[in-house]
């Protein structure tokens, strides 16, 4: 029989989104910068104009696309001996903590966090090193969560470590 989780966390889409536009607008202007010369060059500036607004449209349009699908997979399982992270739109990984191989609970709030009330919070497992605010190596690192204060709280009850 299998069990019910206690919770389930999802990422913030909308916050975690806004970074792939903007670096996806970034890559768009510098293969635009590359591109559109070539396109004078050979077409005119009618085609280059052309050119470059559909490498940016297609670049952000894949970006944002795949990204955004992988973020809707994501989610984050909690039971009661143990964590099961799922993301992939077009791989499935599922990863699997047992509270008992975690050592440390993180939690991290960037200035993008900070800015939209999200966070990041990661379950560090056995053999694996914290250094201060950063997690070096395995464990399950759970992105852009909403009212992170309240989600790394309950978490640290479920793991046994609250004080």
């Known amino acids: 029989m299998e069990q019910q989780?206690?919770?389930?966390?999802?990422?913030q889409l909308s916050v975690a989104i806004i970074p792939t536009i903007l670096f996806g607008i970034l890559i768009s202007i510098f293969v635009s910068i590359y591109a559109v010369p070539t396109v004078v060059y050979t077409?005119?500036?009618?085609?280059?104009v052309f050119a470059g607004i559909l490498i940016f449209v297609v670049?952000?349009?894949?970006?944002?696309?795949?990204?955004?699908m992988n973020l809707r997979a994501r989610r984050y399982l909690f039971f009661k001996n143990k964590a099961e992270f799922y993301e992939g739109f077009l791989n499935?990984?599922?990863h699997?903590?047992?509270?008992?191989k975690v050592t440390d609970c993180v939690l991290t709030k960037s200035v993008w966090d900070r800015m939209f009330g999200t966070g990041t919070i990661r379950l560090v497992t056995a053999g694996h090193e914290s250094r201060g605010r950063y997690s070096v190596g395995g464990g399950i690192a759970i992105q852009f969560v909403?009212?992170?204060?309240?989600v790394y709280k309950e978490l640290q009850k479920l793991l046994g470590m609250h004080q």
Not at 5 to 11: A, D, E, Q, R, S
Not at 43 to 48: L, N
Not at 96 to 100: C, G, K, W
Not at 146 to 150: F, H, K, L, R, V
């Open 5 to 11: 989780p206690l919770f389930i966390l999802k990422p």
């Open 43 to 48: 077409m005119g500036i009618g085609s280059a």
């Open 59 to 68: 670049i952000i349009g894949l970006t944002v696309f795949f990204r955004l």
């Open 92 to 94: 499935i990984i599922q």
């Open 96 to 100: 699997t903590v047992s509270y008992q």
């Open 146 to 150: 909403e009212n992170p204060n309240q």
